[in-house]
């Protein structure tokens, strides 16, 4: 595919939601990560991990997953999540969720829909690949490690994109990350972070069109002393 500006990458970019079955090459996702870790750090500590699992153990991650969000197993992810979403936040949290059920035609009233939706982000969104994100447990007491966690993330999801990969970045993986730690053999001295399913796009799944909203730069920005 032609080499996309870094304009078209940013602009382009959507979270994908539906996958082709198709396997992704692991020189491929080498290519990605060795992009992405260019990511500044706090005094360039680095503290990142990053778990690529794919096949049998990925399968097993799906089941685990599913089978204890079914239980009513509570979310036991391993950082703090703060207080559920309110006012402006709670708004634009249920503007694309919104956007999702509408692309797929998922009514509000209809439950069984709603609950397999959710049940396929437990299942990775049957993406051929899954990246745990993980951080050194030794610098865990700084905010500055779930910081440079979030920016490779992003800078992640920006080079897949760049070379025609899809992602999307989720806390659904790892709602259960016993399960996650037991079949990816996260090593003890590692936090899990985050999920980030990757494959490559299915074009006809309706979610994978969805382009969500951005406030405007009035909105976020202030200039002082320009
Ligand atoms: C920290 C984080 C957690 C997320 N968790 C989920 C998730 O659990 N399930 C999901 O479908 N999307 C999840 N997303 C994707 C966001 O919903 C998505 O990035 C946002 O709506 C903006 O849409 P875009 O990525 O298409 O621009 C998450 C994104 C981030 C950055």
Redesign the pocket.
Known sequence: MPAQTYDEVVLG???I?GYLDKPVPQALIEEVLTLAMRSPTSMNTQPWHFHVITGEPLDRIRRGNTERILAGEPDSREFRRGEAFAGVHRE?QVE?AKQ?FGAMGIARDDAAARKDWVLR?FRQ?DAPVCVIITYDRELSGSDDTAFDC?AV??AL?NAAWSRGLGC??????I?QSPVVREHAGIPDDQIIM??VALGWPDPDFPANA???N?KSVDEAARFVGF
Request: hydrophobic share 40%; charged share 25%.
């Open positions: 970019r959507r979270s939601r634009r694309v999702l982000g969104f979030g993330t992003t999801v999307v970045i989720n806390s659904q993986g709602m985050k999920a969805v382009v969500s951005r």
